[in-house]
């Protein structure tokens, strides 16, 4: 009977046992603070002018299906982009506010980097969301709101508060942030997700 209960033992926590032998801190990930969130998340540090990020989306959205219990949170930086930046970290908060970033983000991603057309003003922007069913007075509307300013001031704070200086950049649970360089494939990414959102 001993045997039986060790051996289930050791079968249920393999899985746990490889993945802390294959996943390294200082290889695959970095810590980065000190304490982890109370809940799990995922967040996605990104920038609409980014072609890695655009290449990234993929991943990103097959997340939710992976590890659910997770909040996957994405925060625009503006430092990329120049000018353009700051307008498209805004773009993206009036997508939430809106409620249809599901439709925006891929949108403005395709016309930047496949059609090779990018935006050079917020008109450019509100033009974008006006043709893919948004009235213009609803954009109007929010585009310089009390809340979207607040959106967009809690992304620079939480960029700043994780030092962002590239994207894409995912940070788990708060306190780690994957080495996007070591990770080598699609799947290795989820695999390092789904180990450092056991890991607390």
């Known amino acids: 009977m001993k045997n039986i209960l060790f051996s289930l033992f050791v079968f249920m926590f393999a899985p746990l046992a490889m ?3 294959e996943f390294k801190e200082g290889v695959e990930y ?21 072609p890695h990020c655009y290449s990234f989306e ?7 299906k992976r590890v659910p219990e997770a909040e996957i949170k994405k925060v625009p930086v503006g430092f990329l982009g120049r000018d353009m930046g700051p307008v498209l970290q805004k773009a993206y908060a009036a997508a939430r506010l809106l409620e249809v970033e599901d439709k925006m983000t891929p949108v403005i991603f395709e016309q930047i980097h496949r059609q090779k057309n990018m935006p050079q003003s917020m008109d450019d922007v509100k033009a974008i969301f006006v043709a893919n069913g948004v009235e213009a007075k609803t954009f109007d509307g929010v585009i310089n709101s009390f809340a979207l300013n607040g959106m ?3 992304y620079d704070r939480t960029t700043e508060a994780f030092n962002i200086r590239g994207t894409p950049t995912i940070v788990v649970n708060g306190k780690y942030e994957l080495n996007m360089g070591e990770i080598g494939s699609e799947e290795r990414f989820y695999r390092v997700v789904e180990y450092l959102l056991s890991a607390e």
């Open 19 to 21: 993945a802390a032998t």
């Open 30 to 50: 970095t810590v980065v603070k000190e304490t982890a969130t109370s809940t799990p998340e995922v967040i996605e540090f990104f920038s609409y002018v980014c």
């Open 58 to 64: 993929p991943l990103v959205n097959g997340l939710a």
């Open 152 to 154: 967009v001031a809690q």
